[in-house]
C-alpha cells in the first residue's frame, strides 16, 4: 500500500486528479469506479477544468459508480444519481450509455437490480481504478461495519454514524434515507488500481486501523484493501499522525 500525505483537502484531490488523468491518457478506453459525497467534489472539478481545457480526452471512459440511496428519485438533489449529473457527468458531456450508477426500486425484484450492479462492475473488465472515500466507520461504498461482509451487491441497512455524517448534505428536517444499494466487496476489490482519499479528523479511527499491519476486520470494511495489491491512500496532514512511524 502506497502512502501520499499532502497538506490539505485541495491538494489530496489534485493528486488524485492526476492519477485519474494518467490512467484515462494510458488508456483512453479506461472504466473508472467511481464515488459520491464530499470528498470527491475538488477532484471532479479539476477533471471538469481539464476537459474544458480540452487537455484530457474523456470522450470514450466508462464509469460506475459504488452506490445509491433507496427512495431518492435520480433527480433529487441529495441523489447520487443527480450528484454525479452534475459534478462529473454533463461536465465531462459524458453520454449515459458511458455511465451506470446503482439504482434499487424496493417494489421491484432486489435480486435484478443488485445483478444488475455486479453486471456493470464486471462486464467488459472490472475498473481499472475505483476512486474511494471512506466512512468515520470505515465503510467502503456502503459496506457497512458489521460481523459479516457482503461479497457481492446488496441493500444496505446505513449505520447510525453514517446517517448522522450524511445529514449535513439534508436540509433540516429532511430524513436521511437509512437503506442503500452498494458495490460489494468483491466489486471493490476487483479493480486495478484502488485510490482512497481521506481528509479531516473525523477519519482518524478508519486511517488508524488501515496503516496498522496485517489487521483485516469486517468490523472496518476498509481494512479490507489491505488485501489489495495496488491500493494507494491520499491523505492529509491532519490524518498523518495516524500512521505508523514505520511507515
Ligand atoms: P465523505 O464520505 O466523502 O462525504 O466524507 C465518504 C464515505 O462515507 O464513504
Same mark, same amino acid.
Given at each position: 500500500m502506497k502512502w501520499i500525505i499532502k497538506e490539505d483537502y485541495e491538494a489530496?484531490?489534485?493528486? #488524485?486528479?492526476?492519477?485519474?488523468? #494518467?490512467? !484515462?491518457?494510458?488508456?483512453p478506453t479506461a472504466k473508472l469506479g467511481l464515488?459520491?459525497?464530499?470528498? /470527491?467534489?475538488?477532484?471532479?472539478?479539476?477533471?471538469?477544468?481539464?476537459? $474544458?481545457?480540452?487537455?484530457v480526452d474523456f470522450s470514450q471512459i466508462t464509469t460506475v459508480n459504488l452506490d445509491e440511496y433507496v427512495g431518492l428519485s435520480p433527480d433529487h438533489p441529495q441523489?447520487?444519481?443527480? %450528484?454525479? $449529473?452534475?459534478?462529473?457527468?454533463? =461536465?465531462?458531456?459524458?453520454? =449515459?450509455? +458511458?455511465t451506470f450508477v446503482p439504482s434499487l426500486d424496493?417494489?421491484?425484484?432486489?435480486?435484478? +437490480?443488485a445483478g444488475a450492479v455486479d453486471e456493470a462492475t464486471f462486464a467488459g473488465g472490472p475498473p481499472d481504478l475505483q476512486l474511494l472515500g471512506v466512512g468515520q466507520n470505515g465503510h467502503i461504498?456502503?459496506?457497512? =461495519?458489521? @460481523?459479516?461482509?457482503?461479497?457481492?451487491?446488496?441493500?444496505?441497512?446505513?449505520? =447510525?454514524?453514517?446517517?448522522? #455524517?450524511?445529514?449535513? %448534505? %439534508?436540509?433540516?428536517? &429532511?430524513?436521511v434515507p437509512t437503506q442503500a444499494i452498494t458495490m460489494g466487496m468483491q466489486?471493490?476489490? #476487483?479493480?486495478g488500481k484502488i485510490l482512497l482519499v481521506a481528509c479531516g479528523s473525523?477519519?482518524? +479511527?478508519a486511517i488508524t486501523a488501515l496503516?496498522?499491519?496485517?489487521?483485516?476486520?469486517?468490523?472496518? /470494511?476498509?481494512? %479490507?484493501?489491505?488485501?489489495?495489491?495496488? !491500493? &494507494?491512500?491520499?491523505? @492529509?496532514?491532519?490524518?498523518?499522525?495516524?500512521?505508523p512511524q514505520s511507515l
Amino acid at each position: 500500500m502506497k502512502w501520499i500525505i499532502k497538506e490539505d483537502y485541495e491538494a489530496c484531490c489534485a493528486y #488524485a486528479a492526476e492519477q485519474i488523468r #494518467a490512467v !484515462v491518457a494510458a488508456k483512453p478506453t479506461a472504466k473508472l469506479g467511481l464515488a459520491t459525497g464530499g470528498t /470527491p467534489v475538488a477532484i471532479y472539478r479539476l477533471l471538469a477544468a481539464w476537459h $474544458q481545457a480540452g487537455s484530457v480526452d474523456f470522450s470514450q471512459i466508462t464509469t460506475v459508480n459504488l452506490d445509491e440511496y433507496v427512495g431518492l428519485s435520480p433527480d433529487h438533489p441529495q441523489s447520487y444519481h443527480y %450528484f454525479m $449529473q452534475q459534478h462529473l457527468f454533463s =461536465p465531462l458531456q459524458l453520454t =449515459p450509455a +458511458q455511465t451506470f450508477v446503482p439504482s434499487l426500486d424496493l417494489a421491484k425484484d432486489l435480486s435484478d +437490480q443488485a445483478g444488475a450492479v455486479d453486471e456493470a462492475t464486471f462486464a467488459g473488465g472490472p475498473p481499472d481504478l475505483q476512486l474511494l472515500g471512506v466512512g468515520q466507520n470505515g465503510h467502503i461504498g456502503f459496506n457497512e =461495519p458489521g @460481523d459479516t461482509l457482503t461479497a457481492s451487491a446488496h441493500l444496505e441497512t446505513l449505520a =447510525p454514524s453514517t446517517l448522522e #455524517a450524511n445529514a449535513r %448534505f %439534508f436540509v433540516e428536517g &429532511e430524513s436521511v434515507p437509512t437503506q442503500a444499494i452498494t458495490m460489494g466487496m468483491q466489486g471493490i476489490l #476487483a479493480a486495478g488500481k484502488i485510490l482512497l482519499v481521506a481528509c479531516g479528523s473525523a477519519k482518524k +479511527q478508519a486511517i488508524t486501523a488501515l496503516s496498522q499491519d496485517g489487521a483485516v476486520s469486517t468490523h472496518c /470494511p476498509v481494512t %479490507f484493501l489491505k488485501l489489495h495489491h495496488n !491500493v &494507494e491512500v491520499v491523505i @492529509d496532514q491532519e490524518l498523518a499522525d495516524c500512521l505508523p512511524q514505520s511507515l
